[in-house]
C-alpha cells in the first residue's frame, strides 16, 4: 500500500461470493488492478461498480475516442493522474492522438474537431459546474440522439464517480 493511500487492497476472498466477484473483474478486466483491489473491500459496491463501469466503457454507442476523451479530460479536471495514466493506452487504441492526448491536459481546444470541442465542452460544463445550461444541452441534442445523450452523460458523470473515488482515498 502506497505511504499515504487511506484504504489497504482487500486480501483475496475467501467466500464463494467474494472469488465469484473476483473472477468476474478478472474475466471483465484481465487483472485486479489496485482500483479494485480497494473497492473489494466492499464486495457490494465492487460488484455494482464492475458492472455499471463495464456497461459505460463497452456497451454503450458512444463512440471509444469520444469516451476515452471524456475519461481523459475528467481525469485532469479533478486532478487525478491514476485515472489518466491508466487510460492513455485506451485512449490511443481508441484512435486518440499522442497530440490530442496532450491537449487534453492543457485545454488547447485547436487539436480538436467540431464533435469533440462540444464534448469537451459538456464535459467541462457537468464536472466543474454540474448544472448545464439549456444553449449547451440544445447543442449536445442536435449531435446525440437519446442514446447518445444517456452515454455521454453516464460516461462523465461515472468518470467523475471514479476519479473523485481515487483522489479521496488516495489510490495512486
Known amino acids: 500500500m502506497a505511504s499515504n ?3 489497504a487492497p482487500a486480501p ?3 467466500t464463494d461470493a ?3 466477484v473476483e473472477a468476474n473483474i478478472r474475466q471483465s478486466r484481465g487483472e485486479i488492478s489496485l482500483l479494485y483491489q480497494v473497492l473489494l473491500n ?5 460488484q455494482g461498480w464492475e458492472t455499471y463501469l ?3 466503457r463497452q456497451k454503450t454507442s458512444l463512440k471509444p475516442s469520444l469516451r476515452e476523451l471524456v475519461i481523459l479530460r475528467v ?4 486532478r487525478a493522474p491514476y485515472e489518466f495514466e491508466a487510460h492513455v493506452s485506451h485512449a490511443q487504441k481508441a484512435g486518440l492522438s499522442d497530440a490530442k492526448i496532450a491537449a487534453v491536459k492543457v485545454s488547447d481546444l485547436a487539436a480538436f474537431d467540431d464533435l469533440e470541442r462540444l464534448v469537451l465542452e459538456y464535459t467541462d460544463t457537468m464536472t466543474r459546474d454540474v448544472q ?4 449547451l444541452f440544445a447543442r449536445i441534442k442536435e449531435a446525440f440522439d437519446p442514446a447518445g445523450r444517456v452515454d455521454l452523460t ?5 468518470y467523475n464517480m471514479v476519479s473523485r473515488f481515487l483522489e479521496a482515498l488516495h489510490v495512486h
Open 5 to 7: 493511500q487511506r484504504i
Open 12 to 14: 483475496p476472498a475467501t
Open 18 to 20: 467474494g472469488r465469484a
Open 42 to 46: 466492499s464486495l457490494p459496491v465492487a
Open 54 to 56: 463495464t456497461a459505460i
Open 75 to 78: 481525469a485532469v479536471l479533478n
Open 132 to 135: 448545464v445550461p439549456d444553449a
Open 154 to 158: 453516464a460516461t462523465v458523470a461515472a
